[in-house]
């Protein structure tokens, strides 16, 4: 039990004090524990300040998150394409890979700052995504070192959406994280994010 304000988690709902204030299978845009975590806390001050709880919810539920930033894309051939092109660290691209969980096939690749990529590359090797789609530069240099996966080393975002629609499972998710920087290949990583969408659009 926990003392004066209290919000936290339990059986797949968000208590304050004693109340059930928010359902965490609410069909909402913002993905993450650490947004889950936002929630709790917005949903606790609306409840103190005896504002409507359903509609905070609502707004909660409707609010849409930043463009290119774990953005859903859309649903084809029975396979879920998510867009996170502003995922230009490693932390990014895991972080973006556990909060869909459904990950069986991540983009990855970009230029060359000499980030450490080290702990994504460990991370992929010990990870449930099947097939690992490597752009240039960065991704081909993890490519060379994740030879215990199905990997793709590819020359551009054309080629990799076109393996993408071929070998991602049904009923999984497709992810464009690149944990790299764009320049050098696109104006910016915005450019890099529309285009992964209209080449996911097209037939």
Not at 13 to 23: F, G, L, S
Request: aromatic share 10%.
């Amino acid at each position: 039990m926990c003392d004066n304000v209290c919000v936290y988690k339990k059986n797949n709902y968000i208590y304050y004090n004693e109340e059930t204030i928010y359902d965490v299978y609410s069909n909402r845009h913002l993905q993450g524990e650490h947004n889950l975590n936002n929630i709790a806390f917005v949903m606790a001050v609306a409840s103190i300040l005896n504002l409507n709880l359903k509609k905070a919810q609502d707004t909660i539920n409707n609010f849409k998150p930043l463009e290119h930033r774990l953005e859903y894309v859309g649903k084809y051939n029975d396979i879920e394409y998510y867009n996170d092109s502003i995922a230009t660290i490693p932390e990014a691209t895991i972080n973006g890979i556990e909060t869909l969980k459904n990950v069986n096939t991540v983009i990855i690749g970009g230029k060359d700052r000499g980030v450490d990529l080290s702990g994504l590359v460990d991370y992929l090797k010990t990870s449930n995504v099947e097939n690992i789609i490597c752009l240039p530069k960065t991704g081909h240099d993890m490519a060379k070192q994740l030879k215990n996966k199905k990997t793709y080393t590819v020359n551009n975002l054309e080629e990799a959406v076109c393996i993408a629609k071929k070998v991602t499972q049904k009923n999984t998710i497709c992810l464009l994280s690149p944990a790299a920087s764009s320049y050098g290949y696109f104006k910016n990583f915005e450019e890099r994010g529309n285009l992964y969408k209209s080449l996911v659009r097209k037939n």
